[in-house]
């Protein structure tokens, strides 16, 4: 059996991200607009399919006009104090 790329805190940080695009009102195609990235680079972050680095997290909570630094600890709140990587 593989190990997957993605483990169960990363799909929770994802699910969190697009609640907070989604609080915000704001689809992915607006989103990748404000990104100046196609929507499939919105989407394949989405599903999992692209990894997210911490730069680009910090880019998306700028587009969607959150402070990334609030919405990181906000994230971060909801993970195991252990998290496989």
Same mark, same amino acid.
């Given at each position: 059996m593989t190990k997957?790329?993605?483990?169960? @805190?990363? @799909?929770? !940080? !994802? *699910?969190?991200?697009?609640?907070v695009r989604k609080r915000e009102r704001v689809t992915q195609v607006e989103l990748s607009n404000r990104l100046g990235k +196609? *929507?499939?680079?919105?989407?394949?972050i989405e599903r999992? #399919?692209?990894r997210?680095?911490? !730069?680009?997290?910090?880019a998306i909570a700028r587009?969607?006009? #959150?402070? +990334?630094? @609030?919405?990181?600890a906000d994230l971060v709140a909801g993970l195991p104090e252990k998290?496989?990587?």
């Open positions: 997957s790329v993605f483990t169960d @805190a990363y @799909a929770s !940080l !994802l *699910q969190k991200l697009v609640a +196609p *929507q499939s680079f919105v989407s394949t999992g #399919v692209r997210l680095d911490l !730069l680009e997290f910090y587009a969607l006009g #959150v402070d +990334p630094v @609030a919405t990181f998290v496989d990587v």
